[in-house]
């Protein structure tokens, strides 16, 4: 694993984003790496936050540099309905006169450039599909390559290596464009930022301590649920693949709002006190069979995604299902907490247990990022040369 960041007490502002809101976690750890959760806010107002962010981190000096000057590093996950990631397998055969000479970093340039502009305007046309946006609004925010190999073998970076056939993932991911202007501050300017499409940073996290195939459902109100299914795909290689999930997450908390006459909110909160067992006996048997068709339409959903392996729950409250849960080929579980944090190298301050819904919203993707191992010459390059509003 590679580390990329040094000081004695390192302090993180972690930003999940989604149409339907964002809400920010303050976290800092020491050089023991224990978490410290200062706080989460939820509700917050995207762009008025963002602001406010860019003011404290970037200033000019009488020279015109940017000079980072928070000591808080912010990281920003997009919701699948914001950004998508899309991969394409891509080969290169390079001339015969050549192909015992090294890669240089021009020819590699070239290489992806010719790429990039060959499976721009499909790629583009998939992810304002998936993003339900016009192609001017949805705009490339991030490419990078990546399972890079050479006639056959699999290399960390192609520059000073021959050979006839480079192999490799390009993965091109897309935001609506009020979102990429939000955030063209931090994009555009030095200092350490980290943006990714929160299901591909979360499964990528949870796949270094679990086979595949791995399934996060993210569930959503309102119906627009999402299943983002990790497998391996040709070549060996492993993708992630979005398909629809057809279940509303609120249906039983309108239900309970309505036998009740009650607010949505107020009903939220008997719901959770339900899932959590803190009603009584008699209570629980009403809940029962208010949450029933909820549940009922759940597991059909389920049996049609026909998904293998592992999955977990990306989901805005619980729900009234007992984990692992079996079904079928599939096995619902909950994020094994103890398990990424020891993978990662992580503590939790006191010995204190962390929610698993705040480890897969939050922490599992920060994790990835922070020990993203494929920040090399040449992905940097593609990063710094993309155009931001193209």
Not at 199 to 208: D, E, G, I, N
Not at 225 to 241: D, H, K, N, P, T
Not at 293 to 318: M, Q, T
Request: with cysteine; aromatic share 12%.
């Amino acid at each position: 694993m590679m580390e990329f960041f040094h000081c004695s007490k390192e302090k993180f502002l972690i930003v999940d984003v989604s149409s339907k809101g964002a809400s920010a976690l303050f976290l800092n750890f020491n050089e023991q790496r224990e978490l410290v959760f200062e706080r989460i806010i939820k509700d917050i107002d995207f762009k008025k936050f963002l602001a406010s962010q860019a003011r404290s981190i970037f200033q000019r000096s009488w020279e015109g540099r940017y000079f980072f000057s928070s000591r808080r590093k912010l990281v920003v996950l997009a919701g699948a309905d914001l950004a998508t990631t899309i991969p394409v397998p891509l080969d290169f055969k390079r001339d015969a006169s050549i192909a015992d000479q090294p890669i240089t970093i021009g020819e590699a340039e070239d290489w992806f450039a010719r790429a990039t502009a060959k499976i721009f305007a499909g790629c583009r046309l998939e992810a304002a599909r998936r993003l339900d946006a016009g192609n001017i609004d949805t705009v490339l925010v991030n490419q990078r390559i990546d399972r890079i190999a050479i006639d056959g073998r699999v290399v960390a970076d192609p520059i000073g290596r021959s050979g006839k056939k480079v192999s490799f993932i390009i993965e091109l991911t897309f935001a609506i464009r009020e979102l990429s202007e939000s955030l063209a501050p931090f994009f555009n300017a030095p200092g350490e930022f980290f943006f990714a499409e929160a299901p591909q940073a979360q499964l990528a996290a949870l796949a270094r301590i679990k086979p595949l195939p791995l399934n996060i459902i993210a569930v959503r109100d309102g119906g627009k649920s999402s299943l983002f299914i990790f497998q391996e795909a040709e070549r060996g290689c492993s993708v992630v693949y979005r398909e629809s999930f057809s279940w509303d997450a609120s249906t039983a908390v309108r239900n309970i709002a309505q036998n009740f006459g009650i607010s949505f909110l107020s009903a939220e909160e008997i719901y959770g006190m339900y899932v959590r067992g803190e009603v009584s006996d008699a209570a629980k048997k009403y809940f029962d069979v208010l949450a029933a068709p909820s549940a009922e339409r759940f597991f059909g959903a389920l049996d049609k995604a026909n998904i293998h392996g592992l999955a977990y729950l990306d989901a805005p409250r619980n729900i009234s299902l007992k984990t692992p849960y079996h079904r079928h080929h599939v096995t619902i579980e909950d994020v094994p907490v103890a398990s990424l944090l020891e993978k990662f190298g992580f503590s939790s301050r006191d010995g204190k247990l962390i929610d698993p819904r705040i480890v897969l919203r939050y922490l599992a993707p920060f994790f990835e990022l922070y020990f993203d191992n494929n920040r090399s010459e040449l992905n940097e390059l593609l990063k710094r040369k993309l155009h931001w509003l193209a």
